[in-house]
């Protein structure tokens, strides 16, 4: 009987750690500490004005969740920002604050090219294989709208790229 209680306890432990990742299924109005039992520990946390914040969430695969909170802590609204559609609101001399709130962490922060151009690289639900790129300038700034490029493992043949 000692045994199944350490089993039991083990299990609930490592279900604590494993977040649903899915926000269909969060109740309007939900409160920060249900969204991070529901979707785990944000991934950053960005102010909105009048006292909100927006809470970034990685969820499984290729998916960033951003929800919206009011200044007491209350859920708003969420959304899968990895999208297209989100993709083209990007315009050039963006601050990368900006990017962030829009579309969340990058995948992957790389140089490239002699100017020491930063591309940030996100992998997004697709069926290409391919990634979003965003390009920034020495001054921190967009300097492109942002492409589409194929995911490494695509390049090398690998092919995996969206799930």
């Known amino acids: 009987m000692r045994r199944h209680g350490w089993v039991a306890l083990a299990l609930a432990a490592l279900l604590a750690g494993c977040a649903v990742s899915n926000p269909e299924t969060l109740k309007s ?4 500490e249900e969204l991070r039992q529901q979707l785990g520990q944000e991934r950053a946390t960005y102010p909105l004005p009048n006292g909100g914040k927006r809470l970034e969430f990685r969820g499984r695969g290729p998916n960033t969740f951003m929800v ?3 200044a007491s802590g209350r859920m708003v609204e969420w ?3 990895l999208t297209e559609a989100n993709f083209q609101t990007l315009v050039v001399g963006m601050s990368a604050e ?3 709130m829009t579309l969340g962490q990058p995948d992957d922060r790389s140089r490239v090219g002699r100017q020491g151009t930063e591309l940030w690289s996100y992998n997004f639900r697709n069926t290409q294989c391919l990634w979003f790129q965003v390009p920034f300038g020495p001054d921190g700034r967009t300097s492109g709208v942002g492409s589409t490029a194929l995911l490494p493992p695509c390049l090398a043949g690998g092919g995996g790229g969206g799930p």
């Open 29 to 32: 109005r939900s409160t920060v």
């Open 68 to 70: 919206d909170v009011d």
């Open 79 to 81: 959304e899968q920002v």
């Open 98 to 100: 900006q990017v962030l």
